[in-house]
């Protein structure tokens, strides 16, 4: 959620710190700070809440300048958006520290610490480790030795970047269960919790790994693992370039990522499909054996991605044959799930950082369920190191709050998945070769859904008054349904809840007057006869629906019914392409409303604390 990016170099490092926070405001923030060691070796610091840009002209009004310095962005967890409670924070002028994460045991640190004379400007729990880094600085500790001791007494997750007065010129970092990448230039080094930040600067990285410290200076980086021996962790260079993240001709990056979804997608299938077959090695080293074993998968995620292992669920049992179950992440650990041999755990996240999906997968891992996969955006990421096999979305950077192309081309992802995990159970031939076919075809069908943009935008004006939405599907689109609503509520606040339809009966028929819209997706599958007994249902009660109809759909539009036709689209890859006109509707409706379409309020694009 919060990002951090320090910088120790032999020129003004600010103008570094603010472009990394502002690379990292998708991640969403409430405020934001900058803290360097200037020409006076003291600690400079400038913070407020609201946007990087307002933190920016301050440290312009202040004329900040320094060769070392940490930033941070806040999304409040422990105290309110303010500026007192703003990162970095400084002890008694000699030391500042910025995090990522919670320190679960703060309390009992700041009673100590209190005893000891520490006073507290904060109600966060980050300052307790400031405080606890200059009580061991004050024995006579470096600063490398200060972090180390203090990082021993912390419970919980963090990502830490330090600096001190004492010892100029050096940069310390530390992590455990929050990202954090070192960055490393000509003669400068660099720390940021997203690869993203430091792109301008470096296409070099180092990733850091649960309980690395490090120790940075302009030309020399150390890193000491847990157990305080120095390591070596492997160089690798990202292929991320500096305009990758540019909104271009678009207005917001949520839109710019929808129309990305075609070549996101192209680019997920390529050199992983050969012929008419998806290739297993694209799975990973080991793949082949590791799926050979395979008797059902067990999917763990979150938010959207959770929608994504729902889709897959039903492709699973209905084109594979392999049992299957979808859990969302965060109640996974924590209710004593029932070990099944020889399943593979899929693990989805767009970040690969997703705390409650890092964890759920170790506790998987803990007791035994079987290989792992992970389906993510991230190469580098924490996920992506923690499963023994991998596929890469290749969707690129996503930088709206709101994922579009992540969710898409995770579901091609999994399809990939089910194709080659469905032949060792039953899948002929000619079904994977009519899957693999309808793959290839993605983009163009795609491009066909965005065509409709012009007059979704349209349709959005019918949502200008309203307060509430209840989104209908049946089989793979009723998850479709849900991430409809789920996108329409996080962009626009307008409350929205999606159903199966059959269940329009057990509930929330109830709800259904002409100020209710009902959004409804209509593939042609063998469910379609029970969906329009549904529709006919909403109209009875004078609901205003909408529909978005595969073209072999015997449905008509009437005063009652706005429809919309996507294609002609098989039913396999059908809630692909389904999501994109729910995608556009959201978003044309987020912009009449004026919201904050790429960062809404009280959320964050990676969520990496519980």
Not at 448 to 471: G, M, S, V
Request: proline content about 4%; some cysteine; hydrophobic content about 45%.
């Amino acid at each position: 959620m919060c990002g951090i990016v320090g910088a120790v170099a032999e020129r003004d490092v600010v103008p570094i710190l603010i472009e990394g926070l502002k690379r990292l405001e998708y991640r969403g923030y409430d405020s934001s700070g900058v803290v360097v060691l200037d020409s006076h070796n003291s600690l400079h610091r400038v913070r407020a809440p609201g946007k990087v840009r307002e933190m920016e002209a301050m440290a312009k009004a202040e004329e900040l300048r320094g060769r070392s310095g940490i930033a941070h962005t806040r999304w409040a967890t422990h105290g309110k958006p303010t500026q007192a409670n703003a990162h970095p924070h400084i002890c008694r002028k000699i030391v500042a520290v910025v995090h990522n994460g919670i320190i679960e045991n703060h309390e009992s640190l700041r009673a100590a610490q209190r005893k000891a004379g520490y006073e507290f400007t904060s109600e966060t729990d980050t300052e307790v480790v400031v405080h606890q880094i200059h009580y061991h600085l004050e024995s006579g500790k470096s600063l490398l030795k200060a972090m180390q001791a203090t990082v021993g007494e912390l419970h919980g997750a963090y990502a830490l970047g330090v600096v001190s007065k004492t010892e100029p010129g050096v940069l310390v970092a530390a992590r455990r269960g929050s990202p954090l990448v070192i960055g490393v230039g000509i003669g400068e080094h660099f720390i940021a919790s997203d690869v993203a930040a430091l792109i301008p600067v470096t296409q070099r990285f180092i990733f850091l790994e649960d309980g690395d410290v490090a120790e940075l200076t302009k030309d020399r980086l150390t890193i000491f693992n847990a157990a305080g021996d120095v390591v070596e962790r492997p160089l690798k260079v990202s292929e991320l370039t500096a305009d990758a993240a540019e909104r271009g001709q678009y207005r917001h990056y949520m839109q710019k990522e929808i129309f990305e979804q075609p070549r996101a997608i192209a680019e997920t299938l390529e050199g992983r499909i050969s012929g008419q077959t998806v290739l297993e090695a694209a799975f990973g080293l080991g793949a082949a054996e590791i799926f050979s074993k395979v008797q059902g998968i067990h999917i763990i995620a979150c938010g959207t991605s959770f929608h994504a292992g729902m889709v897959a669920r039903y492709w699973f049992e209905s084109l594979a044959g392999i049992p299957c179950s979808v859990e969302v992440a965060s109640e996974f650990r924590y209710r004593q799930p029932v070990v099944r041999r020889n399943s593979l755990v899929v693990a989805i996240s767009q970040s690969g950082e997703t705390a409650d999906t890092l964890a759920a997968l170790q506790e998987a891992k803990h007791r035994g369920f079987g290989a792992s996969l992970a389906i993510c955006n991230v190469p580098e990421s924490s996920i992506v190191r923690e499963t023994d096999l991998a596929l890469m979305t290749r969707a690129g950077p996503e930088i709206g709050v709101a994922s579009t192309k992540a969710f898409t081309t995770q579901l091609v992802a999994l399809l990939m998945l089910v194709i080659v995990l469905g032949r060792r159970h039953g899948l002929s031939a000619q079904v994977e070769i009519d899957l693999v076919a309808q793959l290839k075809s993605l983009p163009g069908r795609i491009e066909q859904a965005l065509a409709l943009d012009a007059q979704i935008e349209k349709l959005a004006e019918r949502f200008a008054d309203k307060h509430h939405a209840l989104f209908l599907g049946r089989g793979t689109q009723y998850p479709v349904a849900m991430e409809g609503a789920l996108k329409l509520k996080e962009i626009s606040y307008i409350h929205a809840e999606a159903y199966p339809a059959g269940e329009l009966k057990h509930g929330p028929l109830a709800l259904v007057d002409a100020d209710m819209p009902v959004i409804a997706v209509a593939p042609h599958n063998d469910l379609l006869e029970k969906l329009k007994s549904n529709l006919h249902e909403v109209k009875a009660r004078g609901g205003e629906l909408i529909v978005f109809a595969d073209d072999s759909v015997d449905v008509e539009a009437d005063p009652q019914i706005e429809l919309f036709r996507i294609g002609s689209v098989p039913d396999p890859i059908a809630p692909i392409v389904f999501t994109i006109p729910l995608q556009l509707l959201a978003y044309h409706v987020a912009v009449l409303k004026g919201t904050d379409v790429d960062q809404p309020r009280n959320l964050a694009k990676s969520v990496t604390v519980e």
